[in-house]
């Protein structure tokens, strides 16, 4: 019987082979996750993961997170830090944030129903074009997202740009202060796109009357931003939020490396209490014992601290919707 005969050289290509795989290019790798599984319309949502190269943590990361609705509506676009600034400096940034009317001339308030202006001063530093998503979200007082607007354009070489984008004012916003959030990607998170550079922020407004001309501007509230390579961020969902799957998506650029991850969060029927999609029956006895006997905030339909007719109210209307 004739034995295989093995050549060095396949012997010596095969070690270099796992050599390569073991000693390969540190793995970046992103989670995102939510503090529950589901939530109600007007619950406050936490969501939170992190950053690590080569399973380490990074501290010095940014991600780049966008939130769609069961209709597939944006709801949040943000990019929220791993702890520090990133040590390099980004060939695309975003300088500032105005809010303004829709000449350009700065403005802090504006009024529902209304359209509110952003205008956003974005350059581009290197000697090669770039592409560059730019996106403002706004948050009413109460932290509910409400509106956001977008602009992709191709930055010319080391050349600076002025875009001004509009957002409608929800008349069910919050009055008092408001705040939005200025980022440029290279495209949106769910296509893969990362962040350029770290956000900014201003504050502005929500009046039920005339405009007036005070100007603040901030930098993103440290609640945004975790430490030792985490990342955290927390919003309100409208009152008005449709049932169904809300889907996350994430990503970020670190080293020259991209990563990217998804996760998804429901959001359940107000008076669903077994959160089983429907509001029948076994329903009715949970809020009837609430209602009666003992407080519990998932049977508080309108989120103010009590269960009275105002709720019976809501969850009659659910009953017969969603039956």
């Not at 209304?114 to 730019?134: C, K, S, W």
């Not at 602009?151 to 600076?160: A, G, H, M, R, T």
């Not at 006997?293 to 103010?304: F, G, H, S």
Request: glycine share 6%; net charge negative.
């Amino acid at each position: 019987m004739k034995r295989a005969i093995i050549s060095p050289l396949f012997c010596v290509t095969l070690l270099l082979s796992i050599i390569s795989r073991v000693y390969a290019s540190p793995a970046l790798a992103i989670t995102v996750t939510t503090d529950e599984q589901g939530y109600y319309p007007g619950d406050s949502v936490q969501i939170y993961g992190n950053l690590t190269l080569n399973q380490a943590l990074v501290p010095d990361g940014l991600v780049g997170l966008e939130v769609r609705n069961p209709q597939n509506t944006l709801i949040i676009i943000r990019t929220l830090s791993t702890g520090t600034i990133p040590q390099y400096t980004p060939y695309v940034v975003v300088w500032s944030v105005t809010p303004c009317d829709s000449s350009g001339n700065p403005r802090s308030s504006f009024t529902r129903g209304t359209l509110g202006y952003f205008q956003l001063y974005v350059r581009n530093y290197d000697i090669q074009p770039h592409e560059a998503l730019m996106t403002v979200n706004t948050y009413d007082n109460k932290s509910v997202p409400f509106g956001s607007a977008s602009f992709k354009v191709e930055l010319s070489p080391e050349s600076p740009a002025y875009i001004l984008l509009s957002v409608p004012i929800d008349t069910a916003a919050a009055l008092g202060v408001a705040t939005v959030y200025a980022n440029v990607y290279t495209d949106w998170p769910r296509l893969l796109g990362t962040p350029h550079c770290r956000e900014l922020s201003a504050t502005f407004q929500i009046t039920a009357g005339s405009l007036s001309k005070t100007l603040a501007t901030q930098e993103p509230p440290a609640a945004t931003a975790e430490i030792n390579g985490n990342y955290q961020t927390t919003f309100q969902l409208a009152s008005s939020a449709k049932p169904g799957t809300c889907t996350m998506y994430v990503t970020s650029n670190y080293q020259g490396e991209e990563t990217s991850a998804n996760a998804t969060f429901k959001i359940y029927i107000l008076g669903d209490l077994n959160r089983d999609g429907l509001i029948n029956y076994k329903d009715l006895f949970k809020f009837r014992y609430y209602y009666l006997y003992e407080y519990n905030v998932d049977a508080d339909l309108n989120r103010d601290g009590i269960i009275n007719f105002l709720d019976l109210f809501i969850f009659r209307q659910n009953y017969i919707k969603y039956a």
